[in-house]
T-cell receptor
Framework: RKEVEQDPGPFNVPEGATVAFNCTYSNSASQSFFWYRQDCRKEPKLLMSVYSSGNEDGRFTAQLNRASQYISLLIRDSKLSDSATYLCVVKRDAGNMLTFGGGTRLMVKP | GAGVSQSPSNKVTEKGKDVELRCDPISGHTALYWYRQSLGQGLEFLIYFQGNSAPDKSGLPSDRFSAERTGGSVSTLTIQRTQQEDSAVYLC???????????FGSGTRLTVV
């Protein structure tokens, strides 16, 4: 079983739609959680950290459920520019290494 | 510098040759990481540096791979006797410390022919 699992998609949604991605992680000792965005043939870029109480950044909302070892990302009012691969990322408590999920591909259509 | 700089951006090499990839992290970032990403695949961890030491080398795929970091700054990843399966984008990232996200460089696209 992979340490961080995501549905690879693609998720095809119309502009303006709300879309949610889920991610599960296997290591209960994981301490920090992030969502990264990766555009085609580009490097990953930090989208947002995920806090235990949940957090929002504009149209983006991240949630963490430690009991279920589950992370989510909600995107409201999707834009064409949101089309990308979204990577769920987990940091273990030992060391400072981030473990990346395989990514979920989102395609927002006009 | 303003961001993480990697060189070369593209490298085509013949099977069996050695290659050296360079990463210049953000100034002051103590942690440096190497990952690789094969076409259409996720990121595979290779090695992590804290300062000049490498506490975690668990991801290096074979003894043909080595990395060093000097002066707490620039790092080089060396692949000896390259094989076709080494073809991938090699990404370097740096971080100012624990519990912080990474900043990635734009990567080196390695093609072994």
């Amino acid at each position: 079983r992979k340490e961080v699992e995501q549905d690879p998609g693609p998720f095809n949604v119309p502009e303006g739609a709300t879309v949610a991605f889920n991610c599960t992680y296997s290591n209960s000792a994981s301490q920090s959680f992030f969502w990264y965005r990766q555009d085609c043939r580009k490097e990953p870029k930090l989208l947002m950290s995920v806090y235990s109480s949940g957090n929002e950044d504009g149209r983006f909302t991240a949630q963490l459920n430690r009991a279920s070892q589950y992370i989510s990302l909600l995107i409201r009012d999707s834009k064409l520019s949101d089309s990308a691969t979204y990577l769920c990322v987990v940091k273990r408590d030992a060391g400072n290494m981030l473990t990346f999920g395989g990514g979920t591909r989102l395609m927002v259509k006009p | 510098g303003a961001g993480v700089s990697q060189s070369p951006s593209n490298k085509v090499t013949e099977k069996g040759k050695d290659v050296e990839l360079r990463c210049d992290p953000i100034s002051g970032h103590t942690a440096l990481y190497w990952y690789r990403q094969s076409l259409g695949q996720g990121l595979e961890f290779l090695i992590y540096f804290q300062g000049n030491s490498a506490p975690d080398k668990s991801g290096l795929p074979s003894d043909r791979f080595s990395a060093e970091r000097t002066g707490g700054s620039v790092s080089t990843l060396t692949i000896q006797r390259t094989q076709q399966e080494d073809s991938a984008v090699y990404l370097c990232a740096s971080s100012p410390g624990q519990y912080r996200g990474y900043t990635f460089g734009s990567g080196t696209r390695l093609t072994v022919v």
